[in-house]
């Protein structure tokens, strides 16, 4: 398909409304009326953000013999955000309507038109406002007491390079990878978990020797590229944009964002960044602490370049979500509406269903529930018909429904498993259930 024919696959209300319906993602102290740019993840939202977490943790860290992990705190020493350039730098420009009050970032205007009340020409001067959110660490809220919630995790890992140099004994090349919660008072927080002002990252940085960075950089495009796919994506809905020269922050070598084609277009889902060497020597500088790799072979100090590959973790979440989005009708010209989630990424992996509600099929499904509980999250559903369950498992992206009807237990010890997208449905022994379970549910661990 070429780009002009896409369309996304849902828009963004839809998303919004079935996340909140079924339990996935909700606003923040909703009762209270909300606060802009946080939101909450329900019982399928923290099972779904796991499951990204784990199968980006699974590829990068556990199955890469150069890949290590770490899990820095989010309070750092003021000095790091001085010596990483956020404090001077990390500003958006700001402006604000004169006429009606609203606030934007100016990048992201078109023209001088608001686009909140329609007048021409209403804008303030931008003024460049930083991105850090503060506190203050003690009993004394003074300027000598203040931190920043961490803007990003990478600086933990570069604060770390010399402690994991000699604890693990690496060599070059070899990365460090960390997810964990990210804060930016972002000036507009919008487009549901796409932009807001508390989220998580994933991130690699990824040390290697300078002359095998440009070469490394580029695999570690095809090795993202491949883990989307990897856990279903659709291709034609991911593309890689190298960044054109006057977009590159002043140290980057190159930067290439993955971008999807969200409910609201074309946008950065990853950024894949070659840093040089400007990390480490600029927290060397402001430590005094030297942070350089002896190659042995070459008999010299080297500082390491960097390749950082920065993922969101929410941005992900709804990339996932938005992708497998599907409306369909089926042959008795039903509607039904299923995300067709990649089986490690959906939240619950199989729904156990007796036919009804009845005193002989309730044990028996109840004693399978509770067995394959112990593999996988599962959802016991006796409420309503059978058509009415298997619609509610499909719009949550369940692969598997385990169906025990009355031959179950009157005749052959067996129960039906039908799955979500074919919507086959095939007849197995109880005694091969889990096995058979774990066949069809390929990359869950
Ligand atoms: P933008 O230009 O959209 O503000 P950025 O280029 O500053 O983003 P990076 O600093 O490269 O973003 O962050 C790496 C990744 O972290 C992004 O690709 C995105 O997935 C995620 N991310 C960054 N800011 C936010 C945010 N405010 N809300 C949710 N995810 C975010």
New binding site residues.
């Given amino acids: 398909m070429s780009e002009t024919e896409l369309k996304p696959s849902v828009d963004m209300e839809t998303l919004v409304s079935l996340c909140k319906r079924r339990g996935f993602i909700f606003q923040s102290s909703e009762i209270y009326g909300g606060l802009a740019g946080a939101w909450d993840y329900g019982p399928l939202g923290v099972e779904m953000k796991n499951n990204v977490k784990r199968a980006w943790w699974r590829a990068n860290v556990q199955e890469r013999d150069d890949m290590v992990g770490l899990d820095a705190a989010i309070l750092m020493h003021p000095e790091v955000w001085r010596a990483s350039g956020h404090l001077d730098t990390f500003t958006d420009p700001m402006v604000d309507c004169r006429n009606c009050k609203s606030r934007f970032r100016e990048d992201e205007l078109d023209s001088d038109v608001c686009p909140n009340c329609g007048e021409r020409g209403t804008f303030t001067e931008p003024r460049m406002f930083n991105l850090m959110l503060r506190t203050f660490v003690g009993p004394v809220q003074d300027d000598a007491a203040t931190v920043y919630l961490r803007p990003?995790t990478a600086a933990g890992i570069f604060v770390n390079f010399e402690n994991v140099l000699t604890t693990t004994r690496r060599k070059l090349p070899f990365g460090v990878g960390q997810i964990g919660k990210s804060f930016?008072n972002?000036i507009t927080?919008r487009n549901f978990i796409?932009?807001?002002r508390e989220?998580e990252?994933m991130e690699i940085e990824y040390f290697c020797h300078p002359e095998e960075s440009l070469r490394l950089h580029d695999q570690w495009m095809r090795d993202r590229m491949a883990w989307y796919e990897r856990f279903g994506m659709k291709r034609d809905r991911l593309r890689l944009r190298a960044h054109a020269q006057e977009e590159l922050s002043h140290y980057s070598r190159g930067t290439s964002d993955v971008e999807y084609y969200f409910p609201i277009g074309w946008a950065?889902?990853?950024?894949i960044a070659h840093r040089g060497d400007f990390d480490l020597t600029q927290h060397a500088k402001f430590s005094g602490k030297e942070l350089s790799y002896f190659d042995e072979e070459r008999k010299e100090h080297v500082v390491p370049h960097v390749i950082e590959p920065?993922?969101?973790v929410?941005?992900c979440t709804l990339a996932f979500l938005a992708d497998s989005y599907a409306e369909e009708t089926d042959d008795k010209g039903e509607k039904r509406v299923v995300l067709r989630l990649h089986p490690a990424i959906a939240p619950i992996k199989v729904a156990v269903l007796p036919l009804s509600r009845n005193e002989k099929l309730t044990p028996a499904a109840r004693d399978i529930y509770a067995r394959l509980r112990k593999h996988w999250m599962v959802q016991y559903d006796d409420a309503q018909s059978i058509g009415r369950r298997y619609r509610r498992q499909d719009e949550i992206g369940t692969p598997l429904c385990v169906t025990v009807d009355f031959q179950t237990v009157e005749d052959d010890n067996a129960v039906t498993i039908r799955e979500r997208d074919s919507m086959a449905q095939v007849r197995v022994p109880i005694e091969g259930l889990a096995g058979a379970l774990r066949e069809r549910l390929p990359d869950v661990i």
């Fill in positions: 990003e930016r972002e927080p796409f932009r807001t989220f990252q950065e889902l990853e950024g920065s993922l969101g929410d941005r």
